[in-house]
């Protein structure tokens, strides 16, 4: 056997196994943080709204901390308030996300690693919602302002010649129909806080939470 014979013989590189073309290679893309998704159980999970509420701690820029790590994830957030607690230097954090499940978990696991964070949760179906909401609307007809104000529950904040600035609370839907109504006089501005939440009952909002009388910081549940 020449000595060309025999060198045709062994693998290229002097490696046995197969040629790059004849290799396996895994399907889907990568995320932000380099995991890579696979398509057939991205597309099983449809997206849903879930409503995360936060416990911080009153750090400067801790607002801009969270809607920063949001961004930077691409996560669709579509409201966030903030507000104080019972505990002092303690703000809770409440927001609206529209993810796939793997997108929720994915948000409370980023959200509970920033250092403010004490303790975040996601509220159930039945817990208690609300938002306000603020409109200015033209004051061509006071009377029918007014009807439509007390029709939902709304209060009259300012009254001019011109103008009439009213408020309501509720949940979502609630909103949304009083909103429809005021349309027909002609909406100069608005302003629509999101939901604001806490759990029914005895459930803490977050877990580990404290009652406010029980002079008892909550506890973090985060790693560092």
């Known amino acids: 056997m020449s000595s060309e014979d025999s060198t045709d013989d062994l693998p290229k590189h002097g490696l046995k196994g197969p040629s790059p073309e004849e290799r396996p290679h895994p399907e ?64 809770r954090i409440t927001m609206v996300i529209e993810e796939p499940d793997p997108g929720i978990d994915q948000a409370k696991k980023q959200l509970a690693k920033l250092k403010p964070v004490i303790s975040v949760g996601e509220l159930d179906d039945d817990a208690v919602r609300t938002e306000l909401v603020l409109l200015k609307v033209e004051g061509d007809e006071p009377d029918k302002v007014h009807a439509v104000t007390e029709m939902y ?24 129909d009083a ?26 909002t977050v877990p580990g939470e404290k009652p406010g009388t029980a002079d008892e910081p909550t506890k973090p549940t985060n790693t560092q």
Do not use: C, M
């Open 153 to 176: 529950d709304g209060q009259t904040l300012d009254a001019g010649p011109k103008t009439i600035t009213v408020q309501l609370t509720g949940d979502e839907q609630k909103i949304d």
């Open 28 to 91: 889907g893309r990568r995320n932000s943080e380099g995991i890579r998704i696979d398509p057939e159980a991205e597309a099983e999970h449809e997206p849903r709204r879930a409503v995360l509420s936060a416990l911080v701690e009153n750090d400067p820029g801790v607002l801009s901390r969270v809607a920063g790590l949001f961004s930077r994830r691409q996560f669709n957030i579509e409201s966030l308030t903030v507000g104080p607690t019972t505990v002092e230097n303690h703000s």
């Open 179 to 204: 909103i429809d109504a005021f349309r027909q006089f002609g909406i100069i501005e608005i302003a629509r806080t999101g939901y604001t939440a806490l759990a029914r009952g005895n459930q803490p």
